[in-house]
């Protein structure tokens, strides 16, 4: 098959890899010339581990192309994806679809023969008939579908998703797009991965219905965190306790700092406002999109508690900036609340991350950016986790120890075992656990 994959950002560039993986000829467009040049050389735009040996080998040999000219990427396709960027729009936090618009008029003057036309980006329920419109319009005579197709992946781990997913969602009743998509997806069916045909409606909103139900269960492990420290409980074990039973499932149950990253915060919000637009609110959903950015801003006030209840001249080493481990993506990630908090109650920071840090250093300020996690705590008086990062798991205790101008180390993934850290000679805050 013939694939034009139209966006080449985190969506857009794995999906285009992987299917050329699968053995398809994927073009990749992206209006960017610097991108495409630099996609070109091989350079990526983002940090996503192993991403860069597949599009290697995909370019090599042959599979995989990259350009700023639509046109004969377009006009051979038999599928053509668009995978562009859905932002919350300004003000309103609706999804900002004029991209997605705009690939469709690009999309109706050049598509060739029958297209299938695979909305991959994550757009509010209509979207597709939208698209739909806009083409019939453009070309009255034109042979094609319109298909959701919504992605599953997950940053940092998302080479794996596409290739060994859950599950395969398609929303099309055009018999011959859903023989375009089947054949795309053929090697899944061989490792009988579940490939789900639905409406197109029922597609579109099966992505926000996931991506808010995550939401919800991290927001749930979260409070019952709070409790946790209230009551004396641990929530590590209430995780495991209720993730056993099978019918709530173990994974998402990590209490954390808040959701953050470019897809919970935004797809939250913008199901909210679609729901509030139809009259049939998700009350859930809108008390989690609260609950959630309170607790960003809340996270700052439990290191100043940690650290006596106040913070001003006081120095405090970060590690771990991005919004969660394997990504350099900065969107939304709780550090962006915390940082700027603590450094207004007076405090000076620190930071190590291991691939944020040119990101970070463009979204905050007054922050000293350091080589190593070693670096980021000498002669800080706290310690504060804020990403899992492995190589933090790692870290020799014993030289922190030595590096830090005092024992307190604040915990905010839950990485480290209170009882050990104590052990150590730390004062240990972490997560919903008894310190
Ligand atoms: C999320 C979904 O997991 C993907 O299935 C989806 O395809 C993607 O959004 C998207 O819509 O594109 P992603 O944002 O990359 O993926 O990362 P997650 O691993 O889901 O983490 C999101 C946030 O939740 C992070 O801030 C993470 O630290 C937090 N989290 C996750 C927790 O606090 N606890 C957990 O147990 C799990």
Partial sequence: MRVAMIGTGYVGLV???????????????????????????????????????????????ERLFFTTEAKDAIKDADAVFIAVGTPSRRGDGHADLSYVYSAAEEIAQLMDGFTVVVTKSTVPVGTGDEVEEIIRKARPDGDFAVVSNPEFLREGAAIKDFKIPDRVVVGTEDERARNVMKELYRPLFLNETPILFTARRTSELIKYAANAFLAVKITFINEMADLCEKVGANVQEVS????????????????????GGSCF???????????????????????????????????????????????????????????????????????????????????????????????????????????????????????????????????????????????????????????????????????????
């Fill in 240 to 259: 495991r306790g209720i993730g056993l039973d099978g019918r709530i499932g173990k994974k998402f149950l990590n209490a954390g700092p808040g959701y």
């Fill in 15 to 61: 999906s285009g890899a992987c299917f050329a993986d699968f053995g398809h000829v994927v073009t990749c467009v992206d209006k960017d010339a610097t991108k495409i040049e630099k996609l070109k050389a091989g350079i990526m735009p983002i940090y996503e581990p192993g991403l860069d040996s597949l599009v290697a080998k995909n370019v090599e040999e």
């Fill in 265 to 435: 915060p935004k797809d939250t919000l913008a199901l909210t406002k679609t729901a509030n637009d139809y009259n049939s609110p998700v009350r859930i959903v809108d008390t989690v999109v609260e609950v959630n950015a309170a607790r960003k801003k809340a996270m700052a006030g439990k290191v100043i508690e940690a650290m006596g209840g106040d913070v001003s001249g006081k120095t405090i080493g970060v590690l771990g900036l991005a919004f969660k481990q394997n990504t350099d993506d900065m969107r939304d990630a709780p550090s962006l609340d915390i940082i700027p908090a603590l450094q207004a109650a007076g405090a000076t920071i620190q930071a190590y991350d291991p691939e944020a840090m040119e990101e970070a250093s463009h979204l905050l300020n007054d922050v000293t950016f350091t080589k190593s996690a070693y670096e980021a705590v000498q002669d800080a008086d706290a310690m504060v986790i804020i990403t899992e990062w492995d190589q933090f798991r790692a870290l020799d205790l014993d030289r922190i120890k030595g590096a830090l101008n005092s024992n307190i180390v604040v915990d905010l993934r839950n990485i480290y075992a209170p009882d050990d850290m104590a052990a150590r000679g730390f004062h240990y805050f972490s997560i919903g656990r008894p310190s």
